[in-house]
């Protein structure tokens, strides 16, 4: 009997966290949708404002690159950013985000140059302001 207490107590208090954590995945992954969605219309749209909108600064750029510390860079930086190396607005056509498994707090979208190559990744990440891009690499660089 006292055995049947404690197991019953324990799956009270457990039980909820195991029940309550593929939720937060999929709930991680539904707001990863949405901001995804958001971004990838602005883009393709070359709408600079909502691009910079969805933005936290500075952004990171590839080694040797300037990082991108405001609003008024980013616009004027929109075509080194999203034509550079990888069309962007082709890219996010078909591109589909990619959770990093070693932190649920980032996920990246990578696009390929005339090559066929993935040259470039764009980094995203969750703040307390929602999703936003922060960073972008360049795998040739």
Request: charged share 25%; hydrophobic share 40%; net charge positive.
């Amino acid at each position: 009997m006292k055995k049947t207490t404690i197991l019953f107590l324990w799956l009270a208090l457990v039980g909820p966290a195991w029940a309550q954590a593929p939720q937060k995945n999929v709930q991680s992954n539904a707001s990863i949708d949405v901001f995804w969605e958001r971004f990838r219309a602005a883009v393709t749209k070359s709408d600079k404002m909502a691009v910079a909108s969805l933005s936290q600064f500075p952004i990171g750029m590839p080694y040797g690159v300037a990082t991108i510390r405001n609003n008024a860079q980013l616009v004027r930086r929109y075509r080194e950013v999203f034509d550079t190396q990888a069309n962007a607005a082709e890219c996010f056509r078909e591109a589909q985000p990619k959770t990093n498994p070693d932190n649920s707090r980032e996920f990246t979208v990578g696009c390929k140059n005339e090559a066929g190559d993935e040259v470039v990744i764009y980094i995203f990440t969750r703040t307390r302001n929602g999703w936003k891009l922060t960073g972008l690499d360049n795998l040739n660089e």
